[in-house]
């Protein structure tokens, strides 16, 4: 699935078999990447209604998770500097336990504390993001907010109109140093997922030779160290001996 | 008993002669043997019994006392002519019950006395070449000697006989077998004598006449000479020894292997993919106490009781280029330093039998122990707590060991017990026997039957270092349990010239739960190794083969695969071998190694010491030679060529989701230096590199960086106390 920076799906492939559900997903890794690598990104995030929650009421602020994402990488431009995010390094931010899977370790910035708060159904920014729209959806609207921007967004805002997905799976396009789009991929796995998107999108900026293709090593979000030795945020990871019939390994090393 | 001398006068001799007479029948005397016998022997009381008497009359006299006085009469009371000095041979001609006449160089005759009034005789008297000495009875003929007739009777001599039961030794018809002082050189020391001053030494026992001579000093430091410290002398009672043995392992060893990039994190930029770079080095140093306390008689026979204790002190230090490869958190970086303190045994052992005057001995030895299965350590090498019985009959050439053992969990990062942790749910049961010398002198042979049972169903135990080992991160990961029994038949020992060593195994079991299949399934695997080498001159020349079975279909009800239960294998070059002494990764297959660190099967474990036994493996076939050259006593060189295979690389495609990995897994190639400074191993140096040049199969499991050649080099300092 390839998208624009607006989120708007420029095209769509599907192998016979996926399920329906991939589309959806695909798209909302697409929409994601090319969120969280826009320059806008924490504006729109900033101007975006807290999340009201039903039992027991309580708020939980958008903008609020810009200042923790903020503080975390311990920059205060983040999310508006142009660094490049896939879905992994989304998702690595996204997680109960930072760094993954080390219990005790706090959360990542764009989740909810663990055991206090945190669950698969109370998982931080990504249903923040559409609770309200949910809200309103079950006959329970939140009363007193603002018109949406996108009244057809689950999230409001025209750039996640399906909100967001935070694991691995799709990588912003860009032609040289300028943000035009990504591509997200829904498959067998994580570490596939990547590889279809990020070896795609390189190898199809070599076959179309105009310009377009991953984000330079540079501004990639694989440069960002935010916690100290050993928190390096991953962008990419492809699996071993990905392809039939060959032994041929590292296929993304170098891209 | 004086009788008037006229009157008695023509008494006296036949009284000398019958009081006189003694066993040794004298034939003139027609006394019945038996009244001779008779004859009540009378010896005063702390005197020393007579010598026999001379078939010729003549004696060999050597003088024992330091002097004797020559008297002019056969009577003490005499004038004393002069004086012989100890270690004075003469002859004497004569004998009169305790007298001995003798000539001195000027031509005097003399008589010097036996032992009148002494319990040690004044010299020694040989009763010539011509005795003949009958038992009571025989006819021997015998002059009697003769009798001065101006002896007085008051001064007789005293009444002699030897005790009639005194037994001789003679040869039949031939002469008795006397033992004979032999000459004595005046310069020598005398020997003992009760009676004069003692000049003796106390000594506490007779581990200490060394020290009490004054001839050695021991020194606390010198294990080579009687040392205390090392059980050469009792230090309570007059059994109990103390021996102390300490040992200091110093090892730097730097390697590349294939490294995976940590999973959440990596260390570096534009770790794009699955394998990072493989440098790796490590550091240890362990320092090893043994305390043994035992009670008996050192080399001269098996201690009826010890007590030993092992601590064993450990610091390592390791550095990888990636993260999350040495501990599970990737914040702890590259670099991991740890200790630990481990004992290693802690045991009771009771010698409750002697069976055989050859101290053939049946033993129960209790609590934390070192125990090898066989005798190179392929089925389980380890120092677990239990119970063993274990002796030796027909002078040590039948051996047997029965036992149970609990296995202890280990510290990871240095491969020692763990008694902080709780004991595993794994039991030991062994039963063996060693028959020595079997078909040739020289070698051994062992049947064995060990089962294991396993229950370590709990979840999610994870390591030190915070890894998942129980269950093994490994097909669906969910915790299952096994009961295996090994029937195994091992040979060590020598042919001629030809060194072997052999051992097969047969595994048969139930795993409750096979990781792929999700049901409970057989196993049935073998193991067969065979390593035979010949000396030429200096040169030691060894050749090996060795087969682990694998596991062809990991989906069906049977699980092939062989794996030991703690292999520690002394086999094709095992220390200097990349193969054997590596844990080589397997990286993108589940939370396990491909092979254990000191393992030569393929065994797919999440930790070799740590994991439980996994039977579905590709299993290993392993083809070498090795020399070791002794070039000088100081000098060692060894090279070990040996060429890998699986035995079956299904399982392999399976985990990694590749098709027809190749069966060829590659070359090890290594080379090794020993030092010994001092000759002896107190002092060892080693120092060794080792290649694994991948095969095919191997090649497709990595990449091409860190794939295609893996290589070791190690130093290690060994000092022994």
């Known amino acids: ?255 | 008993m004086s009788a008037p001398a006229c009157s008695r006068r023509w008494l006296a001799p036949i009284a000398a002669l019958v009081l006189s007479g003694s066993l040794y029948a004298v034939a003139q005397v027609p006394q019945v043997p038996q009244a001779q016998k008779s004859a009540a022997p009378v010896v005063k009381r702390g005197e020393a019994a007579p010598p026999p008497q001379s078939v010729d009359g003549r004696y060999g006299i050597q003088v024992l006392a330091s002097t004797v006085n020559v008297h002019a009469e056969a009577t003490s009371g005499s004038a004393v002519l002069a004086e012989l000095q100890q270690g004075a041979r003469l002859e004497a001609d004569q004998r009169r019950g305790n007298w001995y006449r003798i000539h001195l160089a000027d031509g005097r005759s003399g008589w010097i006395d036996y032992a009148v009034g002494k319990s040690n005789p004044n010299f020694a008297v040989d009763a010539g070449t011509s005795i003949a000495r009958g038992r009571p009875g025989s006819e021997v003929g015998v002059p009697a000697p003769p009798v001065d007739a101006h002896a007085d009777a008051a001064s007789a001599p005293a009444p002699e006989a030897l005790p009639d039961d005194r037994i001789l030794l003679q040869r039949p018809m031939g002469r008795p077998l006397e033992a004979i002082i032999p000459a004595i050189d005046p310069s020598q020391v005398p020997p003992p004598s009760p009676l004069l001053p003692r000049e003796t030494v106390p000594v506490p026992d007779r581990w200490r006449i060394v020290d009490q001579l004054g001839i050695v000093n021991q020194r606390v430091f010198d294990p080579y000479n009687p040392n205390t410290l090392k059980g050469d002398r009792p230090v309570f009672g007059e059994d109990w020894f103390f021996n102390l043995g300490v040992i200091s392992d110093t090892l730097f060893e730097a390697r590349k292997l294939p490294t995976p990039i940590g999973a959440q994190s990596s260390q570096d930029p534009q770790a794009n993919d699955q394998f990072g770079r493989g440098r790796q080095s490590t550091f240890a140093q362990n320092l090893i106490v043994s305390l043994s306390l035992l009670k008996g008689s050192t080399t001269f026979k098996p201690p009826e009781l010890e007590f030993r204790f092992v601590p064993v002190l450990n610091y390592n230090v390791s550095k990888v280029e990636e993260v999350r490869a040495l501990r599970i958190d990737p914040r702890s970086g590259t670099r991991r330093t740890d200790h630990f303190a481990a004992i290693q045994e802690a045991f009771v052992d009771y010698e409750y039998n002697i069976a055989s005057e050859y101290f053939d001995f049946d033993d129960i030895r209790v609590g934390i122990q070192p125990f090898i299965s066989d005798f190179r350590g392929f089925l389980f090498q380890d120092q677990p707590v239990g119970i063993r019985f274990f002796g030796s009959r027909e002078s040590n050439r039948w051996q047997y060991n029965l036992a149970w053992f609990r296995r202890i969990d280990k510290d990871t990062n240095s491969g020692l017990n763990d008694i902080g942790k709780p004991l595993r749910k794994d039991d030991v049961f062994v039963a063996n026997l060693f028959r020595q010398d079997f078909l040739v002198p020289g070698f051994t042979l062992q049947g064995t039957v060990i089962h294991n049972i396993n229950r370590e169903t709990a979840e999610a135990f994870l390591d030190n270092n915070g890894f998942q080992i129980r269950p093994a991160i490994f097909g669906d990961a969910r915790p299952h349990k096994y009961n295996v029994t090994y029937l195994g038949a091992s040979g060590d020992g020598h042919f001629g010239r030809w060194n072997t060593t052999a051992s097969l195994y047969y595994a048969a079991g139930r795993d409750d739960r096979n990781p792929f299949s999700q049901q409970p399934a057989d196993i049935s695997a073998f193991y067969g190794v065979g390593e035979v080498s010949r000396d030429f001159d200096w040169i030691r020349v060894r050749g090996t083969a060795l087969y682990a079975s694998g596991d062809k279909n990991p989906y069906d009800g049977k699980e092939t695969g062989f794996d030991a239960i703690l292999e520690n294998p002394q086999i094709a070059g095992a220390d200097t071998s990349f193969w054997i002494r590596q844990a080589v990764p397997l990286i993108g297959g589940g939370g396990v190694a491909l092979s254990g660190r000191n393992g030569v099967l393929a065994s797919l474990r999440s930790s070799k010491d740590q994991g439980q036994s996994n039977f579905t493996n590709p299993g290993v076939a392993l083809i070498g030679i090795g020399a070791d050259f002794d070039i000088s006593p100081r000098w060692r060189v060894i090279g070990n060529l040996n060429q890998l295979w699986f035995a079956n690389t299904t399982v392999l495609s399976v985990l990694r989701n590749q098709g027809n990995i190749d069966r060829n897994l590659g070359t090890d190639i290594s080379a090794a230096v020993q030092y010994r400074p001092l000759f002896t191993q107190n002092i060892v140096l080693n120092a060794s590199a080792a290649a694994l040049i991948a095969g095919k199969g191997l090649k497709q499991l990595y990449d091409a960086d860190s794939g295609k050649t893996q290589y070791s080099i190690l130093f290690n300092v060994l000092l022994t106390f």
């Not at chain 1, 999230?155 to 912003?172: A, E, V």
């Not at chain 1, 105009?210 to 160290?225: M, Q």
């Open chain 1, 1 to 255: 699935m390839v998208v624009d920076t607006n989120g708007d799906i420029l095209g769509l492939t599907r192998t016979p078999d996926a399920p329906v559900f991939g589309t959806d997903v695909a798209v909302q890794k697409a929409r994601t990447a090319a969120f969280f690598s826009n320059v806008n990104a924490a504006a729109v995030l900033a101007a975006l209604p807290a999340a009201s929650y039903l039992t027991p009421p309580a708020t939980s602020s958008i903008a609020g998770y810009v200042t923790a994402m903020r503080t975390f990488l311990g920059d205060p431009t983040a999310l508006a500097n142009g660094i490049a995010y896939s879905n992994r390094s989304v998702g690595n931010l996204a997680r109960p336990f930072f760094p993954d899977g080390i219990e005790g370790t706090a959360n990542g910035p764009l989740s909810k504390p663990f055991p206090a708060q945190w669950s698969p159904f109370n998982d931080g920014l990504q249903l923040d993001l559409i609770f309200n729209v949910l809200r309103a959806s079950v006959g329970a609207p939140v009363p007193g907010l603002p018109p949406p921007l996108d009244p057809s967004s689950c999230t409001g805002d025209p750039r996640l109109k399906n909100g967001i997905q935070i694991f691995p799976g799709s990588f912003p396009i860009y032609r040289g140093p300028t943000l035009i789009g990504a591509v997200g991929v829904s498959g067998d796995g994580i570490d596939q997922d990547d590889m279809i998107s990020f070896l795609g999108l390189a190898n199809a900026g070599k076959a179309l030779g105009t310009g377009i293709g991953n984000a330079v090593p540079a501004i990639r979000a694989d440069t960002l160290v935010p916690q100290g030795e050993g928190t390096r945020l991953r962008y990419v990871n492809c699996p071993q001996a990905p392809f039939n019939d060959s032994t041929e390994q590292n296929v993304c090393a170098g891209l």
